[in-house]
């Protein structure tokens, strides 16, 4: 069974300050690791996935299998980041690839 | 840029009469998915469809759910008896490629809210 689990339902930060969201998962096969965005009143959104490597508005995120966790990290947060993020799951091979997603963090960035 | 469209925005429905949700996936894509979200609870998936057919499902999609490709543009997801428990947003997600090795991007529609009185 595949599973993701996101610890924090909410995370405040500073503008400026560094950002963790974190995310662990549970699979037993070959997973690929996404982390959707949902910015106030629009759809879900690919941030990034970690077959990519690639860094996406300063977010990075890397795969690591040993803890099995896909966290998030931005170094300076910023206002427009305030959003929900999903951490998600898909088997890399066989099936309809559905995604499996974690319960979402909300992250809120003061002033 | 190509967008997955969903019709309506909102439905309101009693319990028991069977509703429709629309869906419009990208035009080029050949994967197509329901997914739901009860209020405050995770994102689930409930069917995936390819090439006229379910290729995968969950144990939420019951004899009470089906889906439908009815022509070239729309994919639709009909609750035959609504409960109570059905009252989620329901998004709707196409992806380009036909599986394997890896896999493509899944892009949401904007999801339907439905309620169930």
């Known amino acids: 069974a595949q599973r993701v689990t996101q610890p924090e339902k909410l995370l405040s930060v500073f503008k400026g300050a560094p950002v963790e969201l974190k995310c662990n998962y549970s699979?037993?096969?070959?997973?690929?690791l996404f982390w959707y965005v949902q910015y106030s009143r629009q759809r879900l959104q690919l941030l990034l996935r970690?077959?990519s490597r690639e860094s996406i508005k300063g977010f990075t995120a890397d795969l690591n299998k040993g803890e099995t966790s896909f966290h998030l990290k931005k170094p300076f947060a910023q206002e427009e980041d305030s959003a929900m993020y999903y951490c998600?799951?898909?088997?890399?091979?066989?099936?309809?690839?559905?995604?499996?997603f974690g319960t979402g963090t909300q992250l809120k960035v003061e002033l | 840029e190509p967008e997955v469209t969903q019709t309506p925005s909102h439905q309101v429905t009693q319990m028991g009469q069977e509703v429709i949700l629309r869906c419009v996936p990208i035009?080029?894509?050949?994967?197509f998915y329901w997914y739901r979200q009860i209020l405050g609870q995770k994102v689930e998936f409930l069917v995936s469809?390819?090439?006229?057919?379910?290729?995968?499902k969950s144990e939420i999609f019951d004899d009470q759910f089906s889906v439908e490709r009815p022509d070239g543009s729309n994919f639709t997801l009909k609750i035959r008896s609504t409960k109570l428990e059905d009252s989620a947003m329901y998004f709707c997600?196409?992806?380009?490629?036909?599986?394997?090795?890896?896999?493509?991007?899944?892009?949401f529609g904007p999801g339907t809210r439905l309620t169930v009185l």
């Open positions: 997600a196409s992806r380009e490629t036909g599986g394997g090795q890896g896999s493509d991007t899944q892009y």
């Open positions: 699979y037993s096969g070959s997973p690929e």
């Open positions: 970690h077959i």
């Open positions: 998600a799951l898909t088997p890399i091979t066989g099936g309809g690839n559905k995604l499996t």
């Open positions: 035009s080029n894509h050949l994967y």
């Open positions: 469809f390819y090439n006229n057919e379910i290729s995968e």
